[in-house]
């Protein structure tokens, strides 16, 4: 019966009718209609063939096309995707990637390479500091020197007077790798609260932060600065025991630890 959305049909094959959207329809753009595959393969099998071929142009015999410049026999695709050539023939030469390296390799001949000077062969780089040979786009970005000696010291972005942050050279201390690993044995190396037992994926993360014990720190030992005395209140950090009290840290793995970070970001961003 037919629908408000649905025609009734008739197979062009076995003249069975069947129901189909009329938007299936409109998509076709068919005069033959069918009710299975294998009613339109068998159709086509019988109508397919001679005059009543659908590529059927007159009688005359197919084309061959061959290739401008190896005479290669080729498909009427790769005939005229490769632009009369084939895809071998159509590589070589006038290539659009070739046309774009001659360009390149012209451009830094002779006078137009940056390192020429006064036609003699291209001048070879040395790093400053290591006397390591370089390309020239690194030693005048680096200022003479290679990547590795230009972050080293005061060619660092970092670099602060030559002087390392309090808060760096405590947690470079032998007592904070102690206090790390005696915190992953106490919870024999898994995640507290996912149970990740991967050795490369743990941290151990303060209940309370690092920086508050550090303000603390500092408050107690205010005689002292941190920039002039900062040898002084390393030695003292040593002995000072709320840094390495084991009750505050809780491993936990690296997703975990970043939850657990931004968690207290938004308490803060609330308040």
Known sequence: METKFKILLKCNYCNKTFLRYKCWIKKQNNKHFFCSRKCRGLWQSENSIGEKSFNFKGGEEIRKRFCIICKKLLNRTAYYKGNLKCHSCSRKGKHHSDKIRQKISKSNKGKNHPSYKDGRSFKKYYCKECEKEINWKSFFHGQGRCKSCSRIGKNNPNYIDGRKSLYSSIRGLEEYKNWRNQIFKRDSYTCQECGNNQSNNLNAH??????????????????????EDKETLVRLAMKWQPFWYIDN???LCEDCHKIEHSLKFNKIGER
Do not use: A, M, R
């Open 206 to 227: 303060h209940k309370t932060e690092f920086n508050k014990l550090l303000q603390e720190f500092l408050k107690e030992y205010d005689q002292f600065s941190p920039i």
């Open 249 to 251: 840290g809780i491993t």
